[in-house]
């Protein structure tokens, strides 16, 4: 896979809950604009797990026939069951995606051991000429597969030669690189992470896969490339300006700020009130975004909690939870 910043996109819905494909296309187009290597769908941050199949494989239909060679699509096709992963896998590799992102597979509380041995190896020996990302995030899983077993699986299977890291461990991160050795790609999935194990000398990761591009892909992109280039004083500056937008980082409050950005998001009264409540603290957003905007680009204004959170710009997750 390429070194670079890939969007984990978020999905937009229409008032009643369907997916607005309109509104996909316009994200995905913003995303190219502002310079993206690429873009992952059906992703967590894009709510596949409330998805229907026919939904989720109709995203990944629409996303890769739109981008046609402009970026890199990545379909995220990970499950706790075998089975399902491959069909999800079988049908993405026929859309011509570039790589597939499999999450570690959850609940179930596999060993380190059965999730290389009869979950990645069976998807990536099943098909070798698609690149297949790990996803590691024990936190949402609780499961993990270690670096020993990523470091055997690279060996075994070609077509993993990356991961996507998000244990918020630099150890394991340090762990990881020893294990597989200095040309494997590790992915930061953590923003507020990207820049210290970018340029951590025991780490070195390549780049990031991102939630917070969504809303300002031009400033992550610039961060990831300045430290891939040798330039970390440019990508500090890039990160001072990203700072103030990590609060954007989960999918009810990222769907505000993507709406307030002019760009496609449902508002939903399902979570109302939910984030003020819970004391959720509310920053500045830019008035527009632009493709590729420097960094401070635009102006800012501010929103009271109420203004955000008051209907909020909940997500099909929390609908369908309180609809229940």
């Keep these: 896979m390429e070194n670079g910043c890939f969007t984990a996109l978020i999905t ?4 009643n809950g369907e997916l607005d494909q309109t509104g996909l296309e316009q994200l995905i187009e913003f995303q190219i604009q ?7 769908v059906t992703g967590t941050t894009g709510e596949s797990p409330t998805f ?18 402009r970026c890199r699509v990545i379909a995220g096709t990970g499950s706790n069951n075998t089975d399902e992963a ?3 896998a079988n049908h993405a590799a026929g859309q011509g995606v570039d790589a597939l992102l499999m999450v570690d597979p959850y609940y179930n509380g596999p060993s380190s051991l059965e999730i290389r041995r009869e979950y990645y190896e069976v998807v990536a020996t099943r098909y070798p000429d698609m690149e297949i990302i790990p996803y590691i995030i024990p936190g949402r899983t609780g499961a993990q597969m270690l670096p020993p077993d990523l470091a055997l699986l690279a060996k075994t299977c070609p077509n993993v030669q990356s991961v996507k890291e998000a244990t918020g461990n630099l150890e394991n991160m340090k762990f990881t690189r020893k294990c597989c050795g200095p040309d494997f790609q590790i992915f930061s999935g953590d923003d507020a992470l990207v820049f210290d194990i970018m340029t951590d000398p025991d780490i070195r ?6 939630v917070m591009s969504n809303i300002i892909p031009a400033f992550m992109t610039q961060m990831v490339s300045a430290i891939n280039q040798g330039s970390p004083d440019d990508a ?27 760009l496609p ?12 409540a819970a004391g959720y603290a509310v920053g500045p957003m830019p008035s527009a975004f632009g493709p590729n905007d420097p960094p401070g680009a ?24 309180f609809q229940r």
């Design 236 to 262: 500090r500056r890039c990160r001072k300006h990203s700072n103030r937008y990590w609060i954007w980082w989960w999918s009810p409050p990222l769907k505000n700020a993507v709406r307030t950005g002019d």
């Design 298 to 321: 635009g102006q800012d204004r501010d929103h009271p909690a109420d203004a955000l959170f008051s209907p909020s710009g909940a997500v099909r997750t929390h609908l369908r939870l």
């Design 12 to 15: 937009p819905f229409t008032p």
């Design 265 to 276: 998001g449902q508002k939903s009264a399902a979570f109302e009130n939910h984030d003020a």
């Design 86 to 88: 491959v069909t999800a």
């Design 34 to 40: 502002n310079g993206i290597t690429g873009i992952l």
């Design 205 to 210: 990761a390549c780049g990031a896969i991102s």
């Design 52 to 69: 229907k199949w026919q939904e989720h494989n109709l995203v990944i239909d629409l996303s890769a026939k739109q981008v046609r060679g």
